[in-house]
């Protein structure tokens, strides 16, 4: 499947963005998804994934409280919104996907998603 990140920009902080993942067909029938950052000089972390069943959800701890999950199954696509943002939000965005069982726990590791967006930037200004 082919994921295609979207909706990054500048933002000053305590603003939000919403980041869009859309899939070249529906995918949630089969795929978990989630979203990494990968900022400057940094390894790529896990910020927030959604089960294939679309039920469960995970946060990072970073971003709990200020980050959601949700999707659209009818447009194949999944949202990230972003509220209250810091500079330390600060990366290139990546949604990927996995296919997995309706009953699997929810992956937090990249490795563990073998389909990718290309990514989008967000920077937030102080």
């Known amino acids: 499947v082919q994921l295609q990140a979207s909706g990054g920009g500048l933002v000053q902080a305590g603003g939000s963005l919403r980041l869009s993942c859309a899939s070249s067909?529906?995918?949630?029938?089969?795929?978990?998804v989630a979203w990494f950052r990968q900022a400057p000089g940094k390894d790529r972390e896990f910020v927030a994934a959604l089960s294939r069943s679309g039920s469960r959800t995970s946060y990072a701890d970073s971003v709990k409280d200020r980050f959601a999950l949700s999707r659209d199954s009818a447009k194949n696509t999944v949202f990230l919104q972003m509220n209250s943002l810091t500079p330390e939000d600060t990366a290139v965005y990546y949604c990927?996907?996995?296919?997995?069982?309706?009953?699997?726990?929810?992956?937090?590791?990249?490795?563990?998603?073998?389909?990718w967006g290309q990514g989008t930037l967000v920077t937030v200004s102080s």
């Open positions: 990927a996907g996995k296919r997995t069982i309706l009953t699997a726990p929810i992956d937090t590791r990249p490795q563990d998603y073998a389909s």
């Open positions: 067909r529906s995918m949630f029938r089969e795929y978990a």
